[in-house]
């Protein structure tokens, strides 16, 4: 797995500002084959800075804009460890509706439909998505737009599993993760 630092340069990325064309070109620089289906997690956490996580060292080169990149070893914790981690993503949950009764079905199955998480129910998402592997001490957050809204958070927290950790930091987490959302990043607390 690769942890990429890519800096940018803004006045070059003309059009990347739309997660959809991030997206894409951070796709098609992991991987350029179509039919791939790559690993692939990133976040543009400034103008000038985007973060990808993959299963291959991307071409960074054909990432319009790009200046340079630095590799980063994927972040390894003993459990007991203070860290700090910052996640953007879209806090969605899924809302179940009732099946129809009339469907033809035998066993019709409950159909459900992706909302937004209020902010008054963050801090419970979050204890939900990281219970097991992060137990939060702190956090903060910042809307940052979009559509379900994406929310950059920040804060410390205790490991409690690192393997559980390890996983969320290559899966992903909520919603919005082939635009630029769900990549969890983490740092030891000393570390400035």
């Not at 739309?18 to 992991?30: C, F, S």
């Not at 559980?164 to 570390?191: F, R, V, Y």
């Amino acid at each position: 797995m690769y942890l990429s630092r890519i800096s940018l340069d803004p006045e070059r990325t003309t059009g990347m500002e739309q997660w959809a064309v991030m997206g894409r070109a951070v796709r098609k620089a992991v991987d350029p084959d179509p039919d791939a289906d790559p690993r692939v997690l990133w976040a543009r956490i400034s103008p000038t800075i985007l973060v990808v996580s993959s299963d291959t060292a991307p071409a960074w080169g054909k990432i319009p804009g790009a200046l340079s990149v630095t590799y980063l070893p994927m972040p390894r914790y003993a459990e007991g460890e203070t860290v700090r981690w910052e996640l953007i993503t879209a806090p969605t949950e899924q809302k179940q509706k009732k099946a129809d009764p009339s469907a033809e079905n035998e066993n019709p199955r409950p159909r459900g439909k992706k909302v937004p998480v209020p902010e008054s129910g963050f801090d419970d998402w979050l204890d939900h998505k990281l219970e097991g592997a992060l137990q939060i001490e702190d956090v903060s957050w910042k809307r940052l737009g979009g559509r379900p809204a994406r929310f950059h958070f920040t804060g410390t927290a205790i490991v409690e599993d690192s393997e559980a950790l390890q996983d969320l930091e290559l899966d992903g987490i909520g919603g919005g993760i082939a635009t630029g959302a769900g990549l969890l990043l983490t740092t030891p607390l000393d570390a400035r």
